[in-house]
């Protein structure tokens, strides 16, 4: 049996005829804020500092008393930290008690891109698989190269490539790969 070279990367993801395939290692769990999320913050016995925010294009929210507090790419509890860190120093409240609720991630996304129906960009659902996104782009076109899917994912501060067998996990021959916020699926054209 021929091996059949299928996947290049930093991580050497091999697929061979024997039906061997290492799927990309998932990138480490995020719960940061992104532009567009919602998210309540609640200062105990203070309604008048409990509201809902959404976070504006430039990553900041408009916080009474405080003014701009930049948001993006903090997690729910270092939001609540830094407000309630602000709230201090502007001399608002003497101890407050912050909690942040996230109510709606609009900011992770995933792209499909090349020979699907419907390129785009999709709302990041958990364990989403790449076969649900091509999926939720319309599915293959006829032109689609369904066993060279290119992956593109951000993983510890830079961008990797992985090749995907994707018709072969369609046919359980591989274990399916689980996306992340940010990824690129690119549906590459046969070659003729």
Known sequence: MVALLLAVSSYGALCSSGGRFD???????NNSLGVGDTFQVRVFNEADLSQEYRVAPDGTIDFPYIGRVSV???GPSQLADRIRDQLREHQVL?????????????SRRIDVIGQVARPGSLAFTPAMTIVQAISGAGGFTP?????RV???????????TFTIPVQGIIEGRFATVILAPGDVVNVPENPI
């Not at 799927?23 to 769990?29: G, I, N, R, T």
């Not at 290119?150 to 990797?160: F, S």
């Open 72 to 74: 993006a790419g903090l």
């Open 94 to 106: 003497n101890a407050p008690q912050v909690s942040v609720f996230v109510r709606e991630v609009s």
């Open 23 to 29: 799927p990309p290692p998932p990138p480490p769990e």
């Open 150 to 160: 290119v992956l593109i994912r951000t993983y510890q501060g830079q961008r990797r």
């Open 143 to 147: 032109l689609a190269n369904r066993d």
